[in-house]
């Protein structure tokens, strides 16, 4: 069975096509500047496009005959199905791929870590297997029930605190390690965070995996709602009782935990004035942002989970069901017509029918969707209020006026009954403002509420009046606001 496995890895790992690659010294350098010595989880296409053109630029110098090709190639290859060392996704809020390695390109990495070791220079094996002792020993103990048990192992710590105590209250000298006993711990901590980066990968393929195949029975229509919403909970629950998600979920929780965050700050802030790492540079830099990175790695795996939680809400909703379902239908109708004209492809039949009355009204109105703005939120426990501010805000919300909707809407059909398409600069010359800047953001809204065009990316600058002084007066630019008939805007009573 095993050299079974063996022949199968060895024939389908994208791992080991990577290192058997005709240039996967280059492809694993460039991937690793990108990605981990610049310590950047995802890429947009733009950035990683711009990086390899300068790393091939940079290798033409002393490499000429080397990725000869064109950089949009050699992107598009790493992401095919015969390699899978890079997965191209979408955001919300980019309008370009997003790129992050693959679990099997984090292996080649951890392989290459472990055997190369060129950051730290050397294997620490002392450390290493003080280390499985140590986990040995708490295996031991930790999956024990009985109490004496778990006794005897407090005590045996207690015991030892206690004589190093003593020890040092006697003559003052304690037990340090040596140079090279620090560097060797030093490695072996390295060594495990950077596996760990890789490890994030496998967990979101995971969680990938279960919204693909929701998605997958969606699409085939062959299945109801309440039998796909049933595999995709089993199939949740499932991965968080498994090893792996059980471990997952508890590292988000203590990585996320403040009191360990801090504990941690302080320990990464102790080691790295240990005199003996000072040439570890490559090291302290990971373990300086290793807090960041890791919960940045956390953060985006949840991320993917919650993707699946949207699926699972749209599946839910009727009326996009319904859609589903009706596209699902017509696909199969369109297959079953295809097969039908597949034996006779010299028929005249098959056509196409245009509805030319159909009218066509702004088809690229519709905005994308935008994350809703955050608002940082303020402490006031603390504030107290001083009794002059208080009077000049009660004051100036006196002195505010109030906006008269109906009256601004009838100035909108008095400029729509002398302008065919009038923008808010001309109205507003028109009927001048006369509560000021809070009478525009008044038209803007009119103009949403309403139906009228707002162009995001066009601008309009404005005139307005101060009621001081008539010699005074603010320029504000505004969107541009075009108002349109109740016709074409979809408001007509």
Same mark, same amino acid.
Request: aromatic share 6%.
């Given at each position: 069975?095993?050299?079974?496995?063996?022949?199968?890895?060895?024939?389908?790992?994208?791992?080991?096509?990577?290192?058997?690659?005709?240039?996967?010294?280059?492809?694993?350098?460039?991937?690793?500047?990108?990605?981990?010595?610049?310590?950047?989880?995802?890429?947009?296409?733009?950035? *990683?496009? +711009? %990086?390899?053109?300068?790393?091939?630029?940079? /290798?033409?110098?002393?490499?000429? @005959? !080397?990725?000869?090709?064109?950089?949009?190639?050699?992107?598009?290859?790493?992401?095919?199905?015969?390699?899978?060392?890079?997965?191209?996704? *979408?955001? +919300? %809020?980019?309008?370009?791929?997003?790129?992050? /390695?693959?679990?099997?390109?984090? @292996? !080649?990495?951890?392989?290459?870590?472990?055997?190369?070791?060129?950051?730290?220079?050397?294997?620490?094996?002392?450390?290493?297997?003080?280390?499985?002792?140590?986990?040995?020993?708490?295996?031991?103990?930790?999956?024990?029930?009985?109490?004496?048990?778990?006794?005897?192992?407090?005590?045996?710590?207690?015991?030892?605190?206690?004589?190093?105590?003593?020890?040092?209250?006697?003559?003052?000298?304690?037990?340090?390690?040596?140079?090279?006993?620090?560097?060797?711990?030093?490695?072996?901590?390295?060594?495990?965070?950077?596996?760990?980066?890789?490890?994030?990968?496998?967990?979101?393929?995971?969680?990938?995996?279960?919204?693909?195949?929701?998605?997958?029975?969606?699409?085939?229509?062959?299945?109801?709602?309440?039998?796909?919403?049933?595999?995709?909970?089993?199939?949740?629950?499932?991965?968080?009782?498994?090893?792996?998600?059980?471990?997952?979920?508890?590292?988000?929780?203590?990585?996320?935990?403040?009191?360990?965050?801090?504990?941690?700050?302080?320990?990464?802030?102790?080691?790295?004035?240990?005199?003996?790492?000072?040439?570890?540079?490559?090291?302290?830099?990971?373990?300086?942002?290793?807090i960041t990175l890791l919960q940045r790695e956390a953060e985006k795996v949840m991320r993917t989970n919650q993707r699946l939680s949207a699926t699972l809400r749209r599946l839910l909703d009727v009326r996009a069901h319904a859609e589903r379902q009706r596209i699902a239908k017509l696909l199969r109708d369109i297959q079953v017509l295809a097969a039908d004209y597949a034996g006779a492809p010299d028929s005249t039949e098959i056509g196409i029918c245009l509805d030319l009355q159909m009218a066509i009204d702004l088809p690229f109105r519709r905005t994308f969707w935008v994350e809703p703005p955050r608002f940082a939120s303020v402490d006031l426990s603390g504030y107290e209020p001083d009794a002059d501010e208080r009077r000049t805000a009660f004051q100036q919300l006196a002195g505010m006026k109030r906006?008269?909707?109906?009256?601004?809407?009838?100035?909108?059909?008095?400029?729509?009954?002398?302008?065919?398409?009038?923008?808010?600069?001309?109205?507003?010359?028109?009927?001048?403002?006369?509560?000021?800047?809070?009478?525009?953001?008044?038209?803007?809204?009119?103009?949403?509420?309403?139906?009228?065009?707002?162009?995001?990316?066009?601008?309009?600058?404005?005139?307005?009046?101060?009621?001081?002084?008539?010699?005074?007066?603010?320029?504000?630019?505004?969107?541009?606001?075009?108002?349109?008939?109740?016709?074409?805007?979809?408001?007509?009573?």
């Amino acid at each position: 069975m095993r050299l079974g496995k063996l022949l199968v890895y060895f024939e389908t790992s994208p791992a080991l096509h990577l290192l058997r690659a005709r240039n996967a010294p280059f492809v694993i350098d460039f991937l690793d500047r990108q990605f981990k010595q610049n310590g950047r989880i995802a890429i947009p296409h733009s950035d *990683l496009l +711009a %990086g390899l053109i300068g790393y091939l630029e940079e /290798l033409r110098e002393t490499y000429p @005959d !080397v990725l000869g090709g064109k950089p949009d190639a050699y992107i598009s290859d790493w992401c095919s199905r015969d390699t899978r060392w890079l997965q191209r996704f *979408l955001e +919300a %809020g980019r309008d370009e791929p997003v790129y992050q /390695l693959t679990p099997h390109t984090e @292996d !080649v990495f951890n392989f290459l870590d472990r055997v190369l070791d060129q950051d730290l220079g050397f294997v620490g094996t002392e450390s290493r297997l003080k280390l499985v002792i140590e986990t040995l020993s708490d295996l031991v103990v930790g999956s024990s029930d009985d109490p004496e048990t778990r006794l005897s192992h407090l005590r045996e710590e207690r015991d030892k605190l206690q004589a190093e105590i003593e020890q040092i209250e006697k003559d003052g000298q304690i037990a340090k390690y040596q140079p090279a006993q620090i560097r060797e711990r030093f490695s072996t901590a390295v060594s495990l965070l950077r596996q760990l980066q890789g490890d994030f990968r496998a967990v979101e393929d995971s969680f990938r995996d279960i919204t693909t195949q929701v998605q997958q029975r969606q699409i085939g229509g062959q299945q109801t709602r309440g039998k796909i919403l049933e595999f995709a909970l089993d199939a949740e629950d499932l991965l968080k009782q498994e090893d792996q998600g059980v471990s997952f979920y508890e590292f988000v929780r203590l990585i996320l935990s403040p009191s360990q965050t801090e504990r941690l700050e302080k320990i990464i802030r102790e080691v790295r004035r240990i005199p003996e790492l000072a040439q570890q540079q490559d090291g302290l830099d990971s373990v300086r942002n290793m807090i960041t990175l890791l919960q940045r790695e956390a953060e985006k795996v949840m991320r993917t989970n919650q993707r699946l939680s949207a699926t699972l809400r749209r599946l839910l909703d009727v009326r996009a069901h319904a859609e589903r379902q009706r596209i699902a239908k017509l696909l199969r109708d369109i297959q079953v017509l295809a097969a039908d004209y597949a034996g006779a492809p010299d028929s005249t039949e098959i056509g196409i029918c245009l509805d030319l009355q159909m009218a066509i009204d702004l088809p690229f109105r519709r905005t994308f969707w935008v994350e809703p703005p955050r608002f940082a939120s303020v402490d006031l426990s603390g504030y107290e209020p001083d009794a002059d501010e208080r009077r000049t805000a009660f004051q100036q919300l006196a002195g505010m006026k109030r906006l008269n909707w109906q009256e601004m809407r009838d100035r909108i059909h008095h400029m729509l009954a002398i302008e065919n398409a009038p923008t808010l600069g001309e109205l507003l010359t028109v009927h001048p403002a006369e509560a000021g800047v809070i009478e525009v953001i008044g038209y803007i809204q009119i103009a949403a509420e309403d139906g009228h065009l707002i162009e995001p990316g066009g601008t309009e600058t404005v005139v307005l009046t101060s009621e001081s002084t008539s010699a005074s007066s603010i320029v504000v630019t505004i969107p541009r606001v075009t108002f349109v008939p109740e016709r074409r805007n979809g408001h007509a009573k």
